[in-house]
């Protein structure tokens, strides 16, 4: 079991639980298929008639399987899974991040939001969501090449691999913040 903010979750393998491989870049669209399918097997219509045993089982995997769903559909919680699968490190924990240029970034990039957000500058607000988006896929890429190195031969940098996870993670609360202040806008 590993805590992932306040929701425990089981990381037996979600990649295992899928039929997939242990990679960090996914077929969203596979994804989606196999979660339908293994959701149809253990929908609870189909027991209805069973004992309450069955039924309670039946739940608890529609549980698991969600929870794994979860888990391979955030980049972040899918790149922790990953590393804890291959190194054993335990991510869910806080990271300090000792880059000077990023947290720079970072206070740069969360007073502009707050400007946009004071503003009401909507048109601002989605140009600022495309930059954020565009330097999640760049940071996505960063955490793929360090999975990709171990591949060659190369031991995982555990270390490293977490600070680029907190960027990620940052950069994708950053989104979610300016949802919220498109959504306030909007009233």
Do not use: C, W
């Not at 988006?133 to 171990?150: P, W």
């Amino acid at each position: 079991m590993t805590q992932n903010g306040n929701k425990s979750i089981d990381l037996k393998n979600p990649f295992e639980l899928f039929g997939l491989e242990p990679n960090f870049l996914l077929n969203e669209q596979e994804l989606s298929q196999k979660l339908r399918d293994m959701l149809q097997t253990v929908h609870p219509d189909r027991f209805v008639s069973s004992s309450d045993q069955e039924q309670l089982a039946a739940m608890q995997k529609t549980t698991q399987i969600n929870d794994a769903y979860g888990v391979l559909k955030s980049p972040v919680r899918r790149a922790q899974a990953l590393l804890q699968l291959r190194t054993g490190v335990d991510s869910s924990g806080e990271v300090t991040v000792k880059d000077p240029m990023f947290l720079m970034q970072q206070l740069e990039l969360r007073e502009e939001l707050e400007n946009l957000s004071v503003k009401k500058d909507m048109n601002g607000l989605m140009s600022f969501a495309e930059q954020i988006e565009s330097m999640q896929e760049q940071q996505i890429a960063v955490i793929n090449d360090f999975f990709q190195q171990e591949g060659e031969n190369q031991e995982l940098e555990s270390d490293k691999i977490l600070a680029e996870i907190y960027k990620l993670q940052f950069l994708r609360k950053t989104l979610i913040d300016i949802e919220a202040a498109e959504e306030k806008i909007l009233g």
